[in-house]
């Protein structure tokens, strides 16, 4: 076969200019480190790579607003701690000024520390958090969300709750509005409420209500009223009770002190003697501010308890403030065991994110970074191989038939 | 005596000629082009002597050029493509710089803008965080500014190239007529190197513009381009030029006297050469780049916008628009007869295809043709305000005069998406971060029933209208008649009672709203637009999805998905071309290297043929010696 003389030269330049654009390539892999440097380099891996960076910037996102979430959470939980010793405290008020060895001197001292211990209350409800923003007003975080007024204290945020997004398919609620917290605590014992008539005449006080075994209060209004059918010659006085809801009966029996009275689901123990007439309300449990609890903790204890009404009067007020002191602190417990549970949640989250992260980050690796071993040795056999075309080039172009004319 | 002589002679003449011919070729080895030459001898006829003839010496038959017109024609057209991918290649490369660093792209900016999101949501309230997010917005908007205006600053350089190109073609196309001239002239001896000189041209020629060539009897070579018209014809060349686009005129398309002083626009059908690469990359990559990224800022700004729409600014009004929106581009045809305009709305930015359309008018009915697929499109209505023609996401009617029939015009959805996008909002607490409405338990209630957050559920309805930014607002209340039953009632308005289900929707006024529990007769539940200064942050989280939600193509790509798929375009075009000019160049290569097999000097051989030549010269000058010899002899022997 022919060969014409400078296509020697041509194959030979050629096959240099190749091996010099490769050896160009790996060499600005190995001085970056990258694999890819622009799409063309792996047009598959570099969109892949795009939308792992992204995720793993979306990961980033994540940790901040846990962070965010976490802060407030913590602040809400020491507020919560401050509320419960506080309600502990006036609890602990309740049960002695509940000692029948208190005169009404002891009580105003006993009220005189409620109203210290209401004053915190209050303050804690309007806690900030540390951009200035009221941890316990809903949304409307810029609003202090407590303000004591004559009629007691109201609420001036909102019912709005707000959210972290801590992972593409989970929220963290990263507060309580306060009428969540400390105006919707159920009054009573969380089922009903025992309130006695204010024109009750006789001693009869209610020292327990729970809700009967195995049966739901059922809801409504119900009025329970004493009769005291008086002693004849062949019968002894007999006290009778009567439930009814409006003017429709739904239960009725004898009563003897200490006797756990039973209807619709209620279960009432009373004690002392009622007079005829006497009534007590049992409604269904409504929604009663924690304020609004100690507030009538306070007054119970300015109850003169000189005469034996003025006594049961006493006794029946303050089981219900002890019964809403109840509530109040199983209810702000509650919320302390929820938002504990968020905070956990929030640790499992992250902790999980920290896994995906990383899963992330090694398939950005894989498909970014440079496997140096591979580029190495490509490099020494890409050097090897142009000085073998270097050589042999050298070597065919010295041999000429002019040389030896 | 005296044939020998003369034999002796025509050797004598032969090896020299001989010996010019080899070292023409010798000194020609490194000119490109040149084709190396062999001399032909044939021997001269003798002179009969009775029984026997003697020969009569040797003469130069030819000095013929060692060609082969396939080879020559094979690297001519294998120069065209490979200079097509390397203008080709050039470019894509560019453009995968521009578009397909991870760092810089367009998917980098549009997560920036989503990061802040992230953080107004964490604290809604703050003023800074949110004049944060608009500049975010302001700087994601010149971001694809800036990128758009780098993939423009592409275009006009095709448009300069392409004028450049049409120059060298012109040029090129002279010199061939004039070369073509000179052969003729020459009837059928033309000069070697004339003919190296038209085959140089014709090559160079090509890597300009893929061409065809017809030889002529009469030695010429005719040069056609484009779909059959002719560049060259005998002696006399067409004239190329770049004329400005049937729609858009600040886009140059090359064209060719076809004769008559017309020019006609053959830009779709020029394949090879610098031209062809340039055209193709522009048709079929870069415009198909920038409407990939109005597309991107479309279906984002459309649908940031929508959820935008669903929440309430600080300043407890609605939230508008964030972003501003495109409308497409209509453009008439320079042949249009009317004066008609038409005006192109974007229905529904999720349906946008990323393709411009042609609607033609035949005087009755419209027809759509998707530019780059060149179907035809299905579209509904008449093309009137009153029943627009609506297609692929788009609704276009003629806006003012009457169109004649045979009017075309162009509409490009998305030719104005990155110009125009922007942050609409001008105020920070324009940010629509909150949900819009808010719903509350009564306080005197005589149960523990709760009531859900509402949901918007028609925005355009009156009583909602009412309920959010209106002065005084109006409340929502839903009233408890009994355990069972409830109404609900603005103060104007009131429907119920109905029977109540715990959890399930009351819907009322455009809103929805769940109450649970056991309500007691009396009880009250409140629906109320959000207040002034809500730190709430319902409508971010939704906000900040956006990016992720399927919206185009039937709901299956996310806007983030497209930023990647165009990286992933860029990308592949970049890689593509670059495999291509390996494998171009690589033909080429070979395709040089069979002509050079065959064209081409070979040293060692010119060096032997010096050999031989230099030999028969020395045996030629020795037979004229010993001729002479004899000569002597029988001068001396007749002279005694």
């Known amino acids: ?97 509940a000692n029948g060895t208190q005169t009404n001197e002891s009580r105003g001292a006993i009220a005189a520390e409620a109203r210290e211990l209401l004053t915190g209350l209050i303050n804690t409800a309007n806690s900030q958090d540390g951009e200035g923003r009221y941890l316990f007003a809903g949304n409307l975080v810029q609003t202090r969300p407590f303000v004591q007024e004559a009629g007691g204290v109201s609420y001036e945020g909102d019912a709005g709750v707000r959210f972290q997004r801590v992972a593409d398919a989970r929220t963290v609620q990263e507060g309580d509005p306060g009428s969540a917290v400390f105006m919707q605590v159920p009054s009573g014992n969380g089922a009903y409420t025992v309130n006695p008539d204010t024109g009750n005449t006789g001693t009869a006080s209610w020292t327990s209500a729970t809700v009967a075994n195995g049966t739901p209060f059922a809801p409504g209004n119900y009025t329970l009223e004493f009769t005291v059918i008086p002693a004849t010659p062949t019968t002894p006085e007999v006290t009778t009770w009567a439930a009814r809801s409006g003017a429709v009966p739904v239960a009725s029996g004898t009563y003897t002190p200490g006797q756990t009275i039973t209807f619709q689901g209620a279960s009432i123990e009373f004690q002392g003697a009622p007079a005829t007439g006497d009534q007590f309300t049992v409604a269904t449990s409504r929604f009663q501010n924690v304020f609004r609890t100690v507030q009538d903790f306070i007054t119970t204890l300015g109850t003169n308890t000189s005469s034996a009404a003025g006594r049961s009067t006493f006794q029946n007020q303050i089981n219900a403030n002890l019964q809403n002191l109840d509530q109040a602190l199983l209810h702000v417990s509650n919320v302390r065991s929820q938002v504990g549970a968020r905070l956990a949640g929030i640790d499992q989250q992250q902790d999980n994110n920290a896994d995906v992260a990383l899963e992330l980050k090694r398939s950005l690796s894989g498909i970014q970074d440079l496997d140096y071993a591979t580029a190495i040795s490509k490099l020494e056999q890409q050097l090897t191989s142009l000085e073998a075309a270097q050589k042999a080039y050298a070597r065919t172009q010295s041999f000429s038939l002019f040389d030896v004319l | 005596m005296s044939g020998t002589i003369s034999n002796g002679l025509s050797a004598l003449m032969a090896a020299q000629r001989a010996l010019q011919t080899t070292s023409n070729n010798i000194a020609n080895a490194n000119t490109a082009g040149y084709v190396r030459q062999r001399i032909d001898f044939v021997e001269q006829p ?58 810089t792209g367009v998917s980098a900016a549009v997560q920036r803008f989503f990061d802040q999101v992230e953080a107004v949501g964490r604290d809604p309230t703050s003023i800074a965080q949110r004049q944060q997010l608009l500049l975010e917005g302001d700087s994601l908007a010149s971001r694809l500014q800036q990128l758009d205006s780098q993939l423009n600053g592409l275009g006009n350089e095709i448009d300069g190239r392409l004028e450049k190109a049409a120059d060298t073609i012109n040029q090129l196309a002279g010199q061939i007529a004039d070369v073509n001239a000179q052969v003729m002239s020459s009837g059928n001896n033309p000069a070697p190197s004339l003919l190296d000189k038209r085959d140089e041209l014709l090559k160079a020629l090509g890597s300009q513009i893929d061409v065809t060539t017809v030889r002529q009897a009469d030695g010429s070579v005719n040069v056609l381009v484009g779909s059959g018209q002719s560049l060259v014809l005998g002696s006399r060349a067409a004239r190329m030029a770049t004329v400005p686009d049937t729609y858009d005129g600040s886009r140059l398309q090359l064209a060719i006297d076809n004769g008559g002083g017309n020019l006609q626009n053959i830009s779709t059908k020029v394949n090879g050469g610098v031209v062809g690469g340039l055209l193709a990359f522009r048709s079929d990559v870069l415009d198909g780049a920038r409407r990939d990224i109005g597309q991107l800022a479309v279906g984002l700004a459309d649908a940031f916008n929508t959820q935008h729409r669903q929440g309430m600014d600080l300043q407890g009004n609605l939230g508008g628009d964030f972003f501003t929106t495109t409308r497409p581009l209509t453009s008439n045809a320079l042949t249009n007869t009317s004066n008609a305009v038409l005006a192109a709305d974007i229905a529904d930015a999720s349906a946008l295809e990323g393709h411009d359309y042609e609607l033609r008018f035949n005087g009755a009915a419209w027809s759509v043709l998707d530019r780059q697929t060149g179907a035809a499109v299905t579209a509904a209505g008449a093309g009137t305000l009153a029943s627009p023609l609506v ?50 338990a009564g306080d005197t209630n005589a149960s523990q029933a709760t009531v859900s957050a509402p949901v918007m559920t028609d925005v355009n309805d009156p009583i909602l209208q009412s309920v959010i930014g209106n002065t005084p607002p109006v409340t929502v209340t839903i009233r408890f008649d009994s355990p069972t039953t409830y109404s609900v009632f603005t103060p104007t308005d009131i429907v119920g009672p109905f029977p109540y289900t715990s959890g399930a929707d009351i819907s009322y006024g455009g809103l929805t709203v769940q109450v649970s529990g056991a309500p007691q007769t009396g009880d009250r539940f409140y629906v ?93 000058s020795k037979v004229i010696s010993v001729a002479d010899g004899l000569f002597q002899n029988l001068l001396q022997i007749v002279g005694r």
């Open chain 2, 528 to 620: 109320d637009g959000g207040a002034a200064g809500s730190g709430d942050n319902s409508n971010l989280l939704a906000l900040s999805q956006v990016a992720q939600r399927g919206f185009f193509a039937g709901g299956t790509q996310s806007v983030s998905d497209l930023g990647a798929d165009i990286v992933a375009t860029v990308g592949s075009t970049a890689n593509r071309a670059s495999n291509e000019i390996k494998v171009q160049q690589a033909l080429r290569e070979q395709a040089e290297i069979d002509l050079q097999n065959i064209s081409g000097v070979n040293l060692d051989e010119e060096a032997s043929n010096m050999l031989r030549y230099q030999q028969a010269y020395l045996a030629a």
């Open chain 2, 46 to 103: 003798g002179t009969p002597l009775g029984r026997i003839t003697i020969g009569a010496g040797v003469a130069v038959a030819d000095v013929s050029r060692v060609y082969d017109q396939f080879l020559t024609d094979n690297l001519r057209s294998s120069t065209s493509m490979e200079q097509r991918y390397a203008a080709f290649g050039t470019f894509a490369t560019r453009l995968d710089t521009i578009l397909g660093n991870p760092e």
């Open chain 1, 1 to 97: 076969m022919r060969i014409a003389s400078n296509v020697y030269q041509l194959q030979w330049l050629s096959s240099i200019q190749r091996q010099q654009a490769e050896l160009a390539a790996i060499q600005d892999q190995v001085s970056s480190g990258k694999r890819i440097s622009t799409a063309a380099d792996d047009p598959a891996g570099a969109a892949q790579g795009l939308l792992l960076q992204q995720g793993l910037d979306r990961l980033e996102n994540f940790g901040l607003n846990a962070d965010t979430a976490r802060r407030r959470l913590s602040l809400e939980e020491d507020s919560l701690s401050q509320t419960t010793d506080a309600l502990n405290r006036i609890r602990e008020l309740a049960i002695q000024a």
């Open chain 2, 391 to 440: 297609f692929a996401g788009l609704s276009v009617a003629v806006s003012s005069g009457t169109p004649n029939a045979g009017d075309r015009f162009l509409v490009q959805p998305l030719s104005n998406a990155i110009t125009d996008f922007g942050v609409a909002l001008g105020s920070p607490v324009e940010i629509a971060a909150a949900a819009p409405l808010v719903s509350r």
